[in-house]
């Protein structure tokens, strides 16, 4: 068991290193022709939250038994200035339409649920404007590398999420309405066809960054990781070693069978990055982040 699981792990690198190497296909570039860009200025924004933000996230939590601990919210402290530089996020997660074209070019894995299920025999997840679900952080991190991007940083996703004016939500900061801003509380016990919220887009145009489904992020999670920043601005950070395959990974956004308290644009969360469950998909982003190996 112990040697297949090995064999396994070097597989996943062996493809990571061939994806971050290879020159886009034509295959690739046939799925570039159907991904929407929105472009995030540069500039510097408040990641994070203040004691105070916390404090009432984590009390409005407890009222909807959203069985969120302290130490969740916790590591969404300190607020702190973090610059960025100009980017480029896919305006929708990545549809189960534009991942079949990448496994039928690459041959690798499809989709599966938790129990290893296959994901697309299921039709209420298998439909080609659903965002693909059953993705692990390496098959998502290799998709991104196929088409010459990445998955964005923590820092990244958050500054589309809040927007410049730091909003709770990305419409602003009014709550969460179902059937109105964002897929959330099995309203519809499935992930909707991307885009299907117009009014729970963020300030740049971005859908979906609350709800549907959760979004792998580049960085290993640390409860602890913005701490490390003190008063100085950061600059484009990244908290990766990128060949542990055993440290969890960032997920956020939330997702169609969690309530309104997984929603806030603060919010961070993980997942193990061998896993993969009907909860999760991703986003992309250009150019790459700059990952130390």
Known sequence: MKRACFTILVLILTHHNNFAVSEVSSAAQQVLATIEWVSIPEGT??????????????????????????????????????????YELSRYEITNAQYRVFIEATNRPAPRGHDGEETWTDETLSGDTQPVVGVTWFDAQAFAEWIGGSLPTEAQ???????????????GNVPPKARQHANFARRYNRPMPVGHFPKGESANGVADLAGNVWEWCLDEYSPTFYQQHNDAVSQNPLNLRFRDVLR????????????????????RFKFYPLDSTHTIGFRVVRPRPKIKE
């Open 248 to 267: 969890a990974r960032v997920i956020r956004g939330g997702a169609w069978d969690v309530g309104r308290a997984f929603l806030r644009s603060g919010l």
């Open 157 to 171: 996703w958050e500054r589309a999420a809040r927007g410049a004016e730091g909003w709770i939500y990305p419409w």
């Open 45 to 86: 924004f408040l990641m994070g939250s203040t004691p105070e933000e916390v404090k009432a996230a984590y009390e409005d939590a407890k009222l909807r038994s959203s069985m969120l601990e302290q130490h969740t919210f916790d590591a969404e402290l300190p607020r702190h200035p973090v610059y960025l530089s100009t």
